[in-house]
C-alpha cells in the first residue's frame, strides 16, 4: 500500500524558515516524481515543483524559485521542502503527492505551517 | 493554462445525475484530472487522462471531454460525494487547478 506520511504542524516566525518531510512506503521511491504543493485556507491549490526521485532532479513553479527548494533522501524514500523567508503569505497547508505522468495519484496528509511572529 | 470551473457551488439532492464542468484556456490534449477534496482532508484523485477512472474509485464518477472542455458527472448523487472537486491540466509545464466546485446536498 502507497503511503506518504508528512511532518507535524509547524508554526514558525517571519522571516524564518522552515523544512517538511514526506515519508513514502509502498512503492520504488526512485522511480516516481514527488511533487509539492499549496493551499491556503479557502483557496485553490498551486503546484510548486517536482522532484524525481532517481537523481534529485527538480523542476519548480516559477512562481515559488527562490521560496522552495525540494530536495530527497534516497536512503529513506523521503522527500524534503525548505521553505525561506517565510512571512504570512506563506501559511498554508502543504501537501506532498506522487507524481505519474502529471497528475498526482497519492497525497500525504498535509502539513499546516503558520507563520506568526 | 488557466482552468475556470463553474458552477462554484452546487446543490443537488441524493440520487441526482451532477455535472461539474472545467474549461482551460488553451487545449489541453485530454491531460485533465480530477480530484475531490473533503473538508480537512487530501485531495483524491479520481479520473485522470480525462476519461480514465482511477482504482478504487466508484463507477458512478465519470470523466469527459476533449480540447478545452471538460466535464465531471456524477451519475446518481451519495450524501458522501458532499466535497469540493477540483480539475487540473498536466498538459504545460506548470500545471495548474480550477478553483474548484463546492457539492452540497440539497
Known amino acids: 500500500e502507497v503511503q506518504l506520511q508528512q511532518s507535524g504542524a509547524e508554526l514558525v516566525k517571519p522571516g524564518a524558515s522552515v523544512k517538511l518531510s514526506c515519508k513514502t512506503s509502498?512503492?520504488?521511491?526512485?522511480?516516481?516524481?514527488m511533487s509539492w504543493l499549496k493551499q491556503m485556507p479557502g483557496q485553490n491549490i498551486e503546484w510548486i515543483g517536482n522532484?524525481?526521485?532517481?537523481?534529485?532532479?527538480?523542476g519548480y513553479n516559477q512562481k515559488f524559485k527562490g521560496k522552495a527548494t525540494l530536495t530527497v533522501d534516497k536512503s529513506s524514500s523521503t522527500a524534503y521542502m525548505d521553505l525561506s523567508s517565510l512571512t504570512s503569505e506563506d501559511s498554508a497547508v502543504y501537501f506532498c503527492?506522487?507524481?505519474?505522468?502529471?497528475?498526482?495519484?497519492?497525497w500525504g496528509p498535509g502539513t499546516m505551517v503558520t507563520v506568526s511572529s | 493554462i488557466q482552468m475556470t470551473q463553474s458552477p462554484s457551488l452546487l446543490s443537488a439532492s441524493v440520487g441526482d445525475r451532477v455535472t461539474l464542468s472545467c474549461k482551460a484556456g488553451?487545449?489541453?490534449?485530454?491531460?485533465l484530472a480530477w480530484y475531490q477534496q473533503k473538508l480537512g482532508e487530501a485531495p483524491k484523485l479520481l479520473i485522470y487522462?480525462?476519461?480514465s477512472l482511477q482504482t478504487g474509485i466508484p463507477s458512478r464518477f465519470s470523466g469527459s471531454g476533449s480540447g478545452t472542455d471538460y466535464t465531471l458527472t456524477i451519475s446518481s448523487l451519495q450524501p458522501e460525494d458532499v466535497a469540493t472537486y477540483f480539475c487540473?491540466?498536466?498538459?504545460?509545464?506548470?500545471?495548474?487547478f480550477g478553483s474548484g466546485t463546492k457539492l452540497e446536498i440539497k
Open positions: 503527492a506522487r507524481a505519474t505522468d502529471g497528475y498526482f495519484d497519492f
Open positions: 487522462n480525462a476519461n
Open positions: 509502498g512503492y520504488t521511491f526512485s522511480n516516481y516524481y
Open positions: 488553451q487545449n489541453i490534449n485530454n491531460y
Open positions: 487540473q491540466q498536466y498538459n504545460s509545464w506548470t500545471f495548474t
Open positions: 522532484i524525481y526521485g532517481g537523481n534529485g532532479g527538480t
